[in-house]
């Protein structure tokens, strides 16, 4: 193990285990070497080879194009194809084009971003020089979740290696190619984590997500061509480069069959497994393990030996899955098919048969209502109506009528339903939905026990106010969405704001953290090219 375990007293990795029989470790091969974090340590793996080849040898089209052919899907949550994405940037684009990794990671039950931030950074940065050649970015910044002290030290550390060993920079390796890398540390809020809103957080505004189109590819970071992926899928790159297209196919599900429109769900995958299980942490597996490989296989099982109550597949925004679907395959369909939003991002939380539902559901909307930017009214007052009547069933005053109308917001805010702008909504709608589907019978009894003499009551009821000891709505511990007021996606400044027009809006003073590119100043290639004109740019 390379130092410090992330989960102190986990085991945390594939190292021992066999179940997946012929499974070499891709993504997590580096992961528990000495220094695999270096430049040194990750040189010694056989790390950049890939680099110094594919930008001799291969024109960026070229490079597009094996991404293309591997099928990769996007590891961020909504499995976009990779290749196809950077496809969509215009040709002959004259002005700059920016790459941006997304590393903000807040779904909640996922941690593998971090895993491979603080221990094979190098792999990181590896994928994105590739990735930025791929799409003719000279400019590539790391969105970085501020809860990674360590990954920011470290990924710090390795971009300033590559500077002083000239895989950065100008020129890299003696190459026409050129590529700047800045870290830009977001201040935690979930929401920063949508593409457009972490677009708008590195501009220095609060993360609000854009209205789609335009798409980032067309007009993103500074109203330019910008490609968003995921830190994972960009480890991805580098191995399809380093061994092919036809390997990385070799590995997962093939698309369904008739199913024209499905890419397939290739290649390995990391899934975090958390929760009730004997061995929380971040393993390593082909695309499309099952539920019950995970929990058994990686999470040596549930604690105490308990059974499983439910499952969240893939991060909280999925839903919950119940103990008659632990063979749902996690593979980009499986989840769906099994009724859930989708693969998410394989982040596994285990619920035993000791947990009560109501709490899951209570957690769960309070965490959406609170991260809800406010923009849309169905997501900023849905989020908080839902909050407001599980805490009510929580609190032993609820309505079996409660029920329904939850099941009312569920079916009502989000994409899906065409109600908002992003797919947080419909992350908050999925929990709900799924736990009403698959235990409406546990929550009725929690409803007609705690509250014998008006569960069955019509009328309104008012909210619980916040009398009962708990901390006010918008408060830090269970806060309620306080919409315009939040300053989402604010961080301290080290540099001057980029001057857009909408950067006068006071709430956004000390807006973004950006380093490294050593004697560069992080706007220095926005200042490059003409700000934007006020018409042009949202306000
Ligand atoms: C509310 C919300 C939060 C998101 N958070 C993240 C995140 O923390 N990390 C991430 O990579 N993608 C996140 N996404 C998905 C991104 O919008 C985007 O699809 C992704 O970064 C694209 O990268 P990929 O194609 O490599 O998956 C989030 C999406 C939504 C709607
Ligand atoms: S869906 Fe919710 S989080 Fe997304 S933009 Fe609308 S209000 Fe904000």
Not at 73 to 99: D, N, Q
Not at 159 to 183: H, K, M, R, W
Not at 245 to 257: C, L, M, Y
Request: with cysteine.
């Amino acid at each position: 193990m390379d130092g410090e375990s992330p989960f102190p007293g986990q085991s945390g990795w594939n190292e021992g285990l066999t179940h997946v029989p012929q499974y070499e470790l891709v993504l997590l091969a580096n992961v528990g070497k000495p220094d695999s974090h270096t430049l040194a340590g990750y040189q010694a793996s056989g790390g950049y080879a890939t680099v110094r080849r594919v930008l001799r040898e291969m024109a960026p089209a070229q490079v597009l194009n094996e991404v293309r052919r591997s099928n990769l899907r996007g590891r961020g949550g909504a499995g976009f194809p990779t290749g196809l994405k950077w496809s969509f940037l215009p040709a002959e684009h004259p002005g700059p084009i920016y790459l941006c990794v997304n590393a903000d990671e807040s779904e909640p039950g996922t941690f593998c971003n971090r895993v491979l931030l603080e221990h094979d950074p190098h792999q990181v940065l590896e994928g994105t020089i590739l990735s930025a050649y791929a799409t003719r970015a000279r400019v590539a910044y790391v969105y970085l979740r501020y809860e990674y002290p360590l990954a920011m030290e470290r990924l710090e550390r390795a971009i300033d290696e590559c500077y002083q060993a000239g895989l950065l920079g100008q020129n890299i390796l003696g190459t026409p190619f050129s590529l700047d890398v800045y870290i830009h540390r977001g201040a935690g809020a979930y929401i920063c984590g949508e593409e457009t809103g972490l677009i708008e957080s590195l501009e220095g505004r609060r993360a609000w997500p854009r209205i789609k189109p335009p798409f980032p590819a067309v007009e993103g970071l500074f109203r330019k061509p910008t490609v968003v992926n995921n830190v994972e899928t960009l480890a991805c790159v580098v191995h399809i480069l380093q061994r092919g297209a036809d390997w990385f196919r070799s590995i997962g599900v093939p698309p369904a069959p008739g199913d024209l429109g499905d890419p397939g769900s290739f290649g390995p995958k990391l899934y975090c497994i958390s929760g009730h299980v004997n061995r929380p942490g971040c393993y390593e597996g082909p695309l499309g393990l099952t539920v019950r490989q995970v929990i058994e296989e990686f999470g040596g099982g549930v604690r105490h030996g308990r059974k499983v109550k439910a499952v969240v597949p893939g991060g909280l925004s999925t839903g919950v899955l119940g103990p008659d679907q632990l063979d749902t395959p996690l593979d980009f369909n499986g989840p769906v098919r099994a009724g859930c939003l989708g693969l998410g991002t394989a982040g596994v939380i285990v619920l035993d048969e000791t947990y009560p539902m109501v709490e899951f559901l209570y957690n769960s909307c309070r965490f959406f209502a609170h991260e809800s930017c406010g923009q849309c009214t169905p997501c900023r007052e849905g989020t908080r109506w839902a909050l407001d009547m599980v805490r009510r069933i929580r609190a032993g005053r609820g309505r079996l009528r409660d029920l329904d109308l939850l099941a009312e917001i569920g079916n009502s805010i989000g994409i899906i339903p065409g109600t908002t702008i992003c797919g947080l909504a419909d992350g908050a709608a999925w929990p709900i939905k799924t736990v009403l589907a698959r235990f409406r019978d546990e929550l009725e009894t929690h409803i007609r026990t705690t509250n014998p003499s008006g569960y069955a009551a019509t009328e309104p009821v008012p909210a619980l106010d916040w009398s009962d000891g708990q901390p006010p709505a918008g408060g830090a511990g269970d806060g309620g969405p306080s919409p315009r007021g939040r300053a989402l996606g604010r961080a301290e400044t080290s540099a001057p704001p980029v001057s857009l027009p909408a950067a006068a809006d006071p709430c956004q003073q000390g807006s973004a953290v950006a380093k490294n590119a050593p004697g560069r100043s992080p706007t220095a290639e926005v200042a490059a090219w003409p700000p934007p004109s006020p018409e042009s740019s949202r306000g």
